[in-house]
């Protein structure tokens, strides 16, 4: 039993941040708890450094992190955790593209942050980011949604911590069905500030990316794009079973040429 738990860390590990579970297999060398963990502790660091270091030669970048509300850029991880756990690498290209994106946003409304929720782990294309359904080529990106409160824009702010499941409500076609990603959280709403979406942002940021050549597509909620009149034609709805985009936007660049 002693065996299958410790499989099932190094798996989990494994799946949340890719390189954890490395790290527990080198500390499992400790026969203590507190020194096992301190070696954990201080490979995980380690192999997160190298990563900044070798993820280039597999094509891969990171993404800045300044952390949350700390607007030392036009482009930002929302949260510190997302780049502990090693999910804000992407391709060259799409660094580029996200750039230049919040510049332009930047440019249009000073002040504007635009900050990634969550992108792709450093190596291994067709390797999952759990929940993510396509996050497995350094190609797709999550953006947290522009909020305001009392009309004033809020920088560098979101309305849950991670820039998640602070769903934007309104109405939804899509049946219940099991198994599925699309969770309502009902229970968890109550506990998130009333901040207003920008409208005159979001529907910007829309029109940025669809005049961008280097963006496939944009998925964002059918009745969020209704009530910001953005029907631009690179937006679509990401399916029923996918995790609901009221909380957010996911963007993913334009297949390869070839």
């Known amino acids: 039993m002693r065996y299958i738990l410790q499989?099932?860390?190094?798996?989990?590990?494994?799946?949340?941040?890719?390189?954890?579970?490395?790290?527990?297999?080198l500390s499992l060398s400790m026969p203590r708890r507190t020194l096992r963990l301190a070696l954990f502790a201080l490979s995980y660091l380690v192999l997160?450094?190298?990563?900044?270091?070798?993820a280039p030669l597999g094509g891969r970048v990171a993404l800045p992190c300044h952390g949350t509300g700390h607007a030392t850029g036009p482009l930002e991880m929302r949260s510190w955790l997302?780049?502990?756990?090693?999910?804000?690498?992407?391709?060259?290209?799409?660094?580029a593209t996200l750039e230049r994106t919040a510049q332009t946003m930047q440019d249009r409304h000073p002040g504007t942050i635009t900050q990634v929720l969550d992108a792709n782990f450093p190596f291994i294309d067709g390797f999952p980011l759990l929940p993510h359904?396509?996050?497995?080529?350094g190609r797709k990106a999550d953006l947290a949604l522009y909020y305001m409160r009392d009309g004033q824009y809020l920088a560098g702010k979101t309305r849950s911590p991670l820039g998640?499941?602070?769903?934007?409500?309104?109405?939804?076609?899509?049946?219940?069905?099991?198994?599925?990603?699309r969770w309502d959280m009902g229970w968890l709403q109550g506990l998130f500030p009333d901040?207003?979406?920008?409208?005159?942002?979001?529907r910007d940021?829309?029109?940025?990316?669809?005049?961008?050549?280097?963006?496939?597509?944009?998925?964002?909620?059918?009745?969020?794009?209704?009530?910001?009149?953005?029907?631009?034609?690179?937006?679509?709805?990401?399916?029923?079973?996918?995790?609901?985009?009221?909380?957010?936007?996911h963007l993913q660049l334009a297949p390869r040429d070839g």
Do not use: M
Not at 15 to 25: D, E, K, P, Y
Not at 48 to 54: E, H, K, S, T
Not at 195 to 202: A, V
Not at 219 to 245: D, S, T, Y
């Open 7 to 25: 499989g099932f860390l190094i798996l989990g590990l494994t799946f949340l941040t890719q390189i954890g579970g490395v790290a527990w297999l």
């Open 48 to 54: 997160w450094a190298a990563c900044l270091w070798l």
């Open 82 to 95: 997302t780049c502990a756990l090693n999910r804000n690498y992407v391709t060259p290209d799409l660094k």
């Open 133 to 137: 359904l396509s996050h497995k080529d």
């Open 164 to 181: 998640y499941f602070a769903f934007q409500q309104g109405p939804s076609d899509c049946p219940r069905k099991w198994p599925t990603l």
């Open 195 to 202: 901040y207003q979406l920008d409208p005159q942002r979001t």
């Open 205 to 249: 940021l829309l029109a940025v990316l669809q005049a961008d050549p280097a963006i496939g597509k944009v998925f964002l909620e059918p009745h969020l794009v209704a009530e910001i009149g953005a029907n631009e034609p690179k937006i679509r709805f990401q399916g029923c079973r996918a995790a609901r985009h009221d909380d957010h936007l």
